[in-house]
């Protein structure tokens, strides 16, 4: 059963509330969206359909052409569509007025439907009635913004399988196995005179141990989860002209970095946004590293650094035209406790670089040449074997990625091994139920079956209003 606090929500839930659900900007079509008791009521008193006809008399599921009047002034030609509780995306009684895309002409529409009663939403509030009305659980509320940010087709497959309801599933099934060990123990724990039979014990350690290898499966592909939901932030460095910008515009496939023979043009880091095989790369082309010879080169550096610092993962280059300096061997020393893959670039020049040392100093080494574009994939190939280290998933089938779950899944299983352990250390049956009921807690959190008003607010403040 879902418990929520509703007097500690920041705003009420009686009320009918308002947002544009467009994206801000010039567009074809802008959405003004109404939810609550009042929506229909406040939607008759803004609209005015052929021969008349207002909101509260229309069907439901059903798309209206009409004038939204002000005083009797025309604002604009809009269609009205009427979606009745609880058969909407809220459970309450949906109003949309679809009207030209224009900010002026939607602010002025928002601003009279909340003349006449509605109240502003707070982002993410429909989301939330959706998720409060029973509609559906926290899990499938956090996938809809993981749906709109979704910057690769795996990151959307991965948001919608979460949305269709596939965690959460998942997570229930686990919850039921959890729940039939306790009703056996806490029988037991009622009425002792009743000892618990060995082959009941049995069959309880074997329940655990089947729930916990339910939830190393979830967790194994967590971490690839994560990533195709959030990205990951991945670094180019090296010294001065070594094909940096180079590298950058061919994994970009368009000249984004301005590319010279003139050694420190980048001055500045440029920072980008990559689908590589369904992976978002935030990918960032830094500075040359070097010994820096005034103020600007100085600071050129230290950003270089501090991006290099914050990465998940490295690409230092090489040029494959000339020997390692003192400058490469520094570097080396920087990235040595970092995730890195080492890349021999202008493999098109007669080599002079000795490959023994770079071999010797990292585990991944790709040559390849940025300006001719050639052995690039083998890069993007290493990219992704880091990621899904050797394993590359189907994001249908991947269904953990956000950090919260994975938190809460790592402290059931945390809760479970050590139900496991007081089982075959035969302690009081009191030690594994409460164990056990902590583990279906932090079940219960990742579903929202007992949320705080508090973690409403910080999972919907990252929502859009109109969302």
């Not at 009427?82 to 002025?108: F, Q, W």
């Not at 909340?114 to 939330?128: H, M, Q, V, W, Y």
């Not at 002079?352 to 190939?381: C, G, P, Q, T």
């Amino acid at each position: 059963m879902l418990w929520v606090n509703l007097e500690m929500l920041t705003d009420s839930f009686d009320d009918t509330i308002a947002a544009i659900s467009t994206a801000v900007g010039e567009g074809a079509v802008g959405i003004v969206r109404l939810s609550g008791t009042k929506a229909l009521v406040i939607a008759d008193a803004v609209f005015t359909g052929e021969k008349g006809l207002k909101p509260s008399g229309f069907k439901t599921y059903t798309m209206h052409y009409g004038k939204i009047l002000q005083a009797g002034q025309m604002l604009d030609e809009v269609i009205l569509t009427i979606m009745r509780a609880p058969h909407s995306y809220t459970r309450e009684d949906v109003v949309e007025i679809n009207c030209h895309g224009g900010i002026v002409a939607l602010r002025k529409i928002l601003d009279l439907v909340l003349e006449n009663g509605c109240r502003l939403a707070s982002p993410g509030e429909f989301t939330r009635r959706a998720f409060l009305n029973g509609r559906i659980d926290l899990a499938q509320a956090e996938a809809v913004i993981d749906i709109i940010r979704a910057k690769t087709d795996s990151a959307l497959k991965l948001s919608l399988g979460q949305l269709k309801g596939v965690l959460s599933k998942e997570i229930d099934k686990i919850r039921q196995l959890l729940l039939n060990i306790l009703v056996v123990l806490e029988a037991n724990i009622d009425f002792p005179e009743e000892d618990i039979k060995q082959q009941d014990m049995a069959g309880i350690s074997q329940s655990l141990n089947v729930i916990r290898g339910q939830l190393n499966s979830l967790l194994d592909n967590a971490r690839s989860g994560n990533i195709l939901r959030d990205g990951i932030h991945v670094v180019i460095c090296g010294k001065p002209n070594v094909g940096k910008s180079s590298l950058l515009n061919a994994l970009l496939k368009k000249e984004r970095a301005i590319v010279t023979s003139i050694a420190g043009t980048t001055r500045d880091s440029i920072e980008e946004l990559i689908d590589i095989k369904g992976i978002p790369v935030r990918i960032v082309d830094t500075a040359g590293i070097l010994k820096p010879r005034g103020l600007v080169e100085k600071e050129a550096v230290s950003r270089a650094k501090t991006h290099i610092r914050c990465a998940d993962l490295v690409i230092i280059l090489f040029d494959a035209s000339r020997k390692l300096e003192n400058d490469d061997r520094e570097l080396i020393k920087e990235v040595r406790n970092k995730n890195v893959i080492a890349v021999i670039n202008k493999i098109d020049l007669k080599a002079r670089i000795r490959k023994e040392e770079i071999l010797k100093a990292f585990h991944k080494v790709v040559e390849l040449s940025a300006k001719k574009a050639r052995n690039i994939n083998l890069l993007e190939d290493a990219l992704c074997e880091f990621v899904y280290q050797g394993r590359l998933p189907n994001p249908e089938f991947m269904l953990v990625s956000s950090l919260r779950h994975i938190s809460a899944l790592k402290e059931t299983q945390k809760l479970l091994s050590n139900a496991a352990s007081a089982l075959v250390n035969k302690l009081p049956l009191e030690f594994i139920t409460q164990d056990l009921k902590d583990a279906s807690v932090y079940l219960d959190k990742i579903l929202g079956k007992d949320s705080s008003a508090e973690l409403l607010d910080r999972i919907f403040a990252d929502f859009c209003i109109g969302k």
